[in-house]
């Protein structure tokens, strides 16, 4: 059984926003999503796309997404409210970058190096529009691409995370 957790501490703000669809997100209308924010994450459309993607890594067993710390350290709960706006829209970044990569693998591997490029380039889209919007977690994570690191990081975060997910699932018993 897979094992999906994801933060939300930021989304109820996105959830108010958007209607709930009883139907599941296809992977069609979440590709769809996931090129919006891809092409501009602080466009009108992001919202709701922000959303699609969300549900979609959510309730989605094409994918697996391992949400703490570690993959999405910009997420924090004491900011004002417009720089949480910001944070949300990364995260969802961070998630449709994961999903991409998995949907194309056609395989439920969680994938933080895709989820936290997409972040940096949404991250650098925001700072086009909002130069002051500075987010020192996602400037790290910046330096570490620039230093070589990044890739090693997520390879060593994955593997930690499988062997996790390995140690709490229990043995076949026959």
């Known amino acids: 059984m897979m094992i999906r957790r994801i933060a939300c501490l930021f989304l109820p703000a996105l959830v108010a926003l958007t209607p709930a669809k009883a139907e599941p997100v296809t992977r069609r209308e979440v590709l769809a999503a996931i090129a919006i924010l891809d092409k501009d994450v602080t466009s009108t459309e992001a919202v709701s796309a922000a959303m699609i993607v969300t549900r979609f890594g959510k309730e989605s067993d094409a994918v697996l997404i391992n949400v703490g710390t570690e993959t999405l350290p910009w997420v924090q709960t004491d900011v004002p409210e417009a720089e949480a ?90």
């Open 85 to 174: 706006r910001v944070r949300a829209l990364l995260m969802a970044a961070y998630f449709a970058g994961d999903i991409k990569s998995q949907l194309e693998r056609r395989r439920p591997v969680d994938d933080p190096y895709s989820g936290w490029m997409a972040a940096i380039k949404a991250y650098r889209q925001i700072l086009h529009k909002q130069p002051d919007m500075v987010i020192p977690e996602i400037e790290d994570l910046i330096g570490k691409e620039k230093a070589g690191q990044l890739k090693a990081d997520a390879e060593r975060l994955r593997k930690e995370q499988e062997n996790e997910q390995r140690e709490s699932t229990p043995p076949n018993m026959v």
